[in-house]
């Protein structure tokens, strides 16, 4: 049987996303842990307080805030991903034989350079896409590197990932999309962080935040950040964004269709589980089409100068579209996870004017809207 239509994503329960051992004990065992490990240390000294942009304001149109993940230690908000997995990990396992991780990108980049730095041995699987320069470095760390081919899609990643966990028992699965350390460090971490630069911004006159809009890739983003989001802005919607090529739940087979990058689409039916536990929460989804991402890439280059990957291209497309619909006196809050790899800026700089001006955001009814 085809590996795309083998298994089910797991489901969490349906709980709090806090953590539920937090407070002294959880604190002074982080502590410990980073006592142990200098490198691990050294790394979450490195980690998080992201700065945030106040983007050009369109007149009549709500004002839009992003965070800004590449600086973080290799580039991008997986940074914060690997090192919640790895110290969980590390807490419960002090010396795990083998670490073992599906990764769509960022992630792979991010647990190669972390485990290298602790000397942990590590398996990574991804895809066919990733840049071959990226695969030489991640083995030149020491990883072993898995590639399936990009052409059976994001599922069959993960599919190879649950067959040799299931082969070597005795290897550590992280299981990103299940694994609550994700979920926990993007809303004690992310969101948190997020929150306190809102309130901390005065002169921006921001009182409010009425939407907040991510990509759902694995869903600790998305739901993570509105968590912590909420506790200070209890009225703030959550809006997610899937490719359109594969968006979250479609029926449609798992595909290798281009998608802006860690877009997350399963296919067959299957939901990530972060979300699906929080479902009731989302008040909108969205669908971004890959070409279109690129050209969100070049729309904020212009206005701006920064140079932002292909799913933070996503989310801004996105955040444009509410900020259009909500109107002035409202803020829409969102991420940008990584800057523009150079094959994402070539692509984007290859686009012409129509494309650019084509640029649009989907409803779940395939309905178009420009940004």
């Known amino acids: 049987m085809p590996a795309t239509q083998t298994r089910p994503v797991h489901r969490t329960s349906d709980q709090d996303t806090?953590?539920?051992?937090?407070?002294?004990?959880?604190?002074?065992?982080?502590?410990?842990?980073?006592?142990?490990?200098?490198?691990?240390?050294?790394?979450?000294?490195?980690?998080?307080?992201?700065?945030?942009?106040?983007?050009?304001?369109?007149?009549?149109?709500?004002?839009?805030?992003?965070?800004?993940?590449?600086?973080?230690?290799?580039?991008?908000?997986?940074?914060?991903?690997?090192?919640?997995?790895?110290?969980?990990?590390?807490?419960?396992?002090?010396?795990?034989?083998?670490?073992?991780?599906?990764?769509?990108?960022?992630?792979?980049?991010?647990?190669?350079?972390?485990?290298?730095?602790?000397?942990?041995?590590?398996?990574?699987?991804?895809?066919?896409?990733?840049?071959?320069?990226?695969?030489?470095?991640?083995?030149?760390?020491?990883?072993?590197?898995?590639?399936?081919?990009?052409?059976?899609?994001?599922?069959?990643?993960?599919?190879?990932?649950?067959?040799?966990?299931?082969?070597?028992?005795?290897?550590?699965f992280l299981h990103q999309h299940v694994n609550r350390a994700n979920l926990r460090i993007h809303e004690t971490g992310t969101g948190a962080e997020f929150a306190r630069q809102l309130q901390d911004i005065d002169d921006w006159g921001i009182s409010s935040v009425d939407a907040f809009v991510a990509s759902?890739?694995?869903?600790?983003?998305?739901?993570?950040?509105?968590?912590?989001?909420?506790?200070?802005?209890?009225?703030?919607?959550?809006?997610?964004?899937?490719?359109?090529?594969?968006?979250?739940?479609?029926?449609?087979?798992?595909?290798?269709?281009?998608?802006?990058?860690?877009?997350g689409g399963l296919g067959s039916g299957r939901k990530q589980p972060f979300v699906a536990d929080h479902e009731s929460r989302l008040a909108r989804k969205l669908t971004v089409r890959f070409p279109d991402s690129l050209a969100g890439i070049r729309l904020l280059n212009a206005q701006c100068g920064l140079r932002i990957g292909s799913s933070a291209g996503a989310n801004w497309l996105a955040a444009r579209k509410l900020a259009r619909e909500l109107g002035p006196d409202t803020v829409v809050a969102t991420v940008f996870p990584s800057a523009a790899t150079p094959s994402e800026w070539r692509a984007a700089n290859a686009l012409d004017k129509q494309d650019i001006a084509n640029a649009a955001v989907l409803d779940e009814n395939g309905e178009e809207a420009a940004p």
């Open 216 to 263: 759902i890739g694995t869903g600790g983003t998305l739901v993570g950040v509105h968590s912590a989001l909420r506790r200070i802005y209890p009225q703030v919607r959550m809006v997610a964004v899937t490719p359109a090529e594969l968006p979250y739940a479609s029926e449609a087979p798992p595909n290798g269709l281009p998608k802006y990058a860690g877009s």
């Open 18 to 172: 806090g953590d539920q051992n937090t407070g002294d004990q959880d604190a002074g065992d982080r502590a410990n842990l980073l006592a142990r490990h200098p490198a691990l240390a050294a790394f979450a000294a490195r980690l998080g307080n992201t700065p945030v942009v106040c983007l050009p304001r369109i007149p009549g149109e709500a004002r839009i805030i992003a965070k800004c993940e590449w600086f973080n230690p290799t580039g991008s908000i997986k940074d914060r991903t690997a090192f919640a997995l790895i110290c969980d990990l590390l807490l419960r396992e002090p010396n795990p034989i083998r670490v073992l991780e599906y990764s769509g990108g960022n992630l792979a980049v991010s647990l190669s350079r972390l485990c290298a730095d602790l000397g942990l041995a590590n398996t990574l699987i991804m895809a066919s896409f990733m840049p071959p320069a990226a695969i030489a470095e991640m083995r030149d760390l020491g990883t072993k590197v898995h590639i399936v081919d990009k052409a059976l899609g994001f599922w069959a990643v993960m599919e190879a990932a649950y067959r040799m966990a299931e082969r070597h028992a005795d290897w550590s």
